[in-house]
């Protein structure tokens, strides 16, 4: 059901030790980083830098721009453990690692031009909107200038859920208070609104002046108490938080949210955690479920908590198979590890679906070529088909070392990478930022 209902008053990581990582083969699951999304511009779906985790306000991970025709490393370099997807701007390539540091290195040369510290992890991509860097650790967001300094920090009150979507001088995120989308004048942090019970764990993308967040919902009654939860989506109003509209018919046949939405200009696409069908249409404006995609061969399968990636008529998601809870090797060995499945937009039908021995793969998008990143790996496909074009092996592979003196791994799979003039940028949890390009 989708209502119109008045003004009301995560992710998802997989941790294993060292002895268990070492007894994996190509056949575990692992689930993604969940993304940042953002850009000065609301109704921008383009842009020659690759300025959020998913490209664009639609967070829709398709550029106009030319990716790599050979796949030459250009450059590597060694950093701590990086748990978040590389953005670019004007030349400049930035990522956050474990251990709460934001890099800044030149695209060209993979030097380091400057760091900056938050104090925590930082697990979400940064976001670049009017030559500012935003970029969230566990409960705090950062403003940061394209020389390192700092703008201003704003307390979230509680613990951040997601990237920063930042439109139209506001930059919202998700927190746990509450299950609120909360919302920031980007200028200078201070407090607009924010709006409880408007899901948790995705990061939310804006596109026409809504809002949009998927996770859990909670609807309030007149005394502000609250009412009902479920898992669904909701669209808000980006200037007052009021809501638009709810979606509420989540079941557990369907799964459950995993992914960050993707919006194009008719719909909102998103992952489902788990079940036969793992991906789900929304109509843009009206939130009335469109379709869901119905894959009896993927059962069980998992959706990465990166959006999906969209091209028109066409919907690219990363589904990996189910594995033991113990030993995470695969349930069915029959099946690919992970899969990259190519969908119609508008009927949901399957055109392709293209089986790799890797760990879940995310995918990002060129002009006509579809990149596939996985732990040290990228591959191109070509989208009509999913055949792979080319294969890259960096030298960084899987995570296994210690973490900060932990031995243990928080594993996510590839964090999708960045295409920008010819050149892919991707980042590895083992510790590393390489360049692939003419």
């Known amino acids: ?27 575990l699951v692992a689930l993604s980083l969940a993304g940042c999304l953002g850009s000065a511009e609301t109704e921008t779906f383009d842009h020659e830098d690759w300025l959020s985790l998913g490209h664009n306000n639609g967070n829709t991970g398709k550029t106009s721009v030319q990716g790599p025709s050979d796949p030459d490393e250009r450059w590597s370099v060694d950093t701590e453990p990086i748990t978040t997807a590389p953005v670019v701007a004007d030349d400049v390539v930035y990522a956050g690692s474990a251990d709460g540091t934001l890099y800044a290195l030149d695209l060209e040369t993979g030097d380091e031009l400057w760091t900056y510290s938050v104090g925590e992890d930082i697990y979400y991509t940064p976001t670049i909107a009017e030559d500012t860097i935003y970029v969230a650790d566990t409960d705090t967001v950062h403003a940061v200038t394209t020389d390192g300094d700092e703008e201003w920090t704003a307390d979230a009150d509680g613990r951040i859920h997601s990237a920063c979507t930042v439109s139209d001088g506001r930059l919202h995120v998700s927190t746990d208070v509450r299950t609120s989308i909360l919302t920031l004048e980007a200028d200078s942090g201070d407090e607009l609104w924010r709006e409880p019970g408007a899901g948790l764990g995705s990061t939310p993308a804006v596109v026409d002046e809504t809002v949009y967040s998927v996770g859990q919902i909670i609807e309030f009654d007149e005394d502000g108490e609250p009412e009902d939860s479920f898992q669904g989506a909701v669209a808000l109003e980006a ?63 998992h959706v990465s908590n990166a959006p999906p990636v969209v091209d028109g008529d066409t919907v690219y998601v990363s589904v990996s198979a189910e594995t033991s809870s113990d030993t995470l090797e695969l349930v069915d060995d029959e099946q690919d590890p992970s899969s990259i499945v190519a969908l119609e937009a508008e009927t949901g039908e399957s055109r392709w679906v293209s089986g790799t021995d890797e760990l879940g793969p995310a995918v990002a998008m060129g002009v006509d070529v579809l990149y ?34 932990v031995d243990s791994v928080e594993l996510t799979s590839g964090t999708q990478p960045a295409v920008v003039d010819e050149t892919v940028i991707a980042t590895t949890q083992s510790g590393g930022v390489y360049a692939i390009g003419e």
């Not at 030790?17 to 190509?26: D, I, M, P, V, W």
């Not at 989540?250 to 194009?264: E, K, Q, T, Y």
């Open 1 to 27: 059901m989708v209502s119109n209902p008045t003004r009301s008053p995560g992710e998802t990581t997989t941790t294993v030790s060292r002895r268990t990582a070492l007894q994996l083969t190509g056949g």
């Open 239 to 301: 200037e007052s938080g009021e809501r638009q509209w709810v979606y509420d018919e989540w079941d557990s046949d369907g799964g459950l949210p995993m992914s960050s939405p993707a919006v194009d200009d008719e719909r909102l696409y998103v992952g489902t955690g788990s079940g036969e069908r793992p991906l789900l249409a929304l109509g843009r404006d009206s939130g009335e479920e469109q379709w869901r995609f119905d894959a009896p061969e993927l059962e069980a399968a």
């Open 372 to 405: 596939r990143h996985t732990f040290g790996q990228v591959t191109a496909l070509d989208p009509d088909n999913g055949e792979p074009i080319w294969t890259h092996d960096s030298e960084f592979g899987l995570p296994w070392e210690e973490v900060d003196g």
